[in-house]
């Protein structure tokens, strides 16, 4: 099972940028396809990016696409994200996870701590 740890987020002012990164134990870490989720106080966790095992395939959001980017460095075991234009309505916890499905939208395996992204207004 992959162990993973968030970390790259903070307080910014709606129009900035922020880059998250997700840390993953696991040696296979290179055969997972990996995905950014979040959750706002008081909503259900949702559906961020994906990015296949080979970086050949990504997905986003329809709230992200155009704004966000997500890719990975598996010889860092490592999945960024990077927002741009954040907005108020992107403050959340985020969170990586393994994912599977045919658009990678399907968590499974345990939860890292996530990272919090405030963007003020």
């Known amino acids: 099972q992959v162990q993973l740890v968030e970390s790259g987020g903070g307080l910014v002012q709606a129009g900035g940028s922020l880059r998250l990164s997700c840390a993953a134990s696991?040696?296979?870490?290179?055969?997972?396809?990996m995905g950014w989720f979040r959750q706002a106080l008081g909503k259900e966790r949702e559906f961020v990016a994906a990015?296949?095992?080979?970086?050949?395939?990504?997905y986003y959001s329809r709230s992200v696409k155009g704004r966000f980017t997500i890719s990975r460095g598996n010889a860092k075991n490592t999945v960024y994200l990077q927002m741009n234009s954040l907005n108020p309505e992107d403050t959340a916890v985020y969170y990586c996870?393994?994912?599977?499905?045919?658009?990678?939208?399907?968590?499974?395996?345990?939860w890292g701590q996530g990272t919090q992204v405030t963007v003020s207004s």
């Open positions: 990015i296949s095992w080979n970086g050949g395939s990504t």
């Open positions: 996870a393994t994912v599977r499905g045919a658009t990678l939208e399907i968590p499974f395996g345990s």
């Open positions: 696991a040696r296979t870490f290179t055969t997972y396809n």
